[in-house]
């Protein structure tokens, strides 16, 4: 048994599967109680959480010689959810935005992680599902590809390890859009760093994402507070949080 420190891009499933437990396992052990009521998500920890990974209980199995038998492995795979919006800005121009597990438009600067500096056009309230686009999505070199469904979103599974993500839409079409993600690396909503990540995944881009509240910061909350209906106070208030919780799905 040890105490385990999480680092970026850890999430309670990676961590068990690590230690060859479930996550459930780890999760639910007692010594995780305080961690439980100040993460609600599961799979959305904080850089420097501490989290008790119990010992494994080795469990005896039975079956007779000279046959052949299988074992399955619980608590793998895991699943991926992304969905990818398309939206009008006030200019008339159309424009994408996604959101997902640490997934922004590559064209807004992303590089692989949402710890990248970038920005990115703002989403009005006029989005709407990039419904039944052709997609390829490669997690840690391994290919999909399919076409999103009436929502705009595209689900797979995924080894509780995987770290990376690559996500082509519409590919070698004038409309083609790439998205660059990590996976686990989105920080919880209670954290500075992600409300900025949530804001960035949604298009309203904040200079850095760090857990420093900058003007760049503070302006992009404004602007989403506007285009939600939602007091403008440039403050990442409860309502606002909640807001961004609804519209990111995490």
Not at 32 to 50: C, F, K, S, T
Not at 205 to 224: I, N, Q, Y
Request: proline share 5%; net charge negative.
């Amino acid at each position: 048994m040890a105490w385990y420190t999480v680092r970026q891009g850890d999430s309670t499933s990676s961590i068990a599967f690590r230690h060859g437990l479930l996550q459930e396992t780890v999760w639910n052990h007692a010594s995780n109680a305080d961690l439980r009521g100040r993460r609600p998500d599961r799979n959305i920890l904080h850089p420097g959480d501490v989290v008790f990974v119990p010992e494994r209980r080795l469990r005896d199995e039975s079956g007779a010689t000279e046959e052949r038998h299988r074992f399955r492995r619980k608590g793998v795979p895991e699943r991926l959810r992304i969905r990818v919006m398309k939206y009008e800005d006030e200019a008339g121009q159309d424009g994408q935005a996604g959101d997902g597990q640490g997934a922004r438009p590559a064209s807004a600067g992303a590089q692989g992680a949402p710890s990248q500096d970038g920005t990115a056009a703002q989403t009005t309230a006029r989005s709407t599902p990039r419904a039944n686009a052709p997609y390829t999505l490669e997690i840690d070199g391994d290919l999909t590809s399919g076409n999103l469904d009436d929502e705009g979103v595209v689900e797979c599974s995924i080894r509780p390890s995987a770290r990376a993500g690559r996500l082509v839409v519409d590919g070698g079409t004038p409309n083609e859009l790439v998205y660059e993600f990590r996976i686990g690396h989105l920080n919880p909503i209670t954290e500075t760093s992600g409300v900025k990540q949530r804001l960035a995944n949604l298009g309203f881009g904040c200079g850095d994402l760090t857990e420093e509240p900058t003007p760049g910061f503070a302006a992009a909350l404004r602007a989403f507070q506007e285009k939600n209906g939602l007091t403008v106070t440039g403050e990442a208030d409860e309502a606002t949080r909640s807001r961004l919780r609804d519209l990111h799905q995490s």
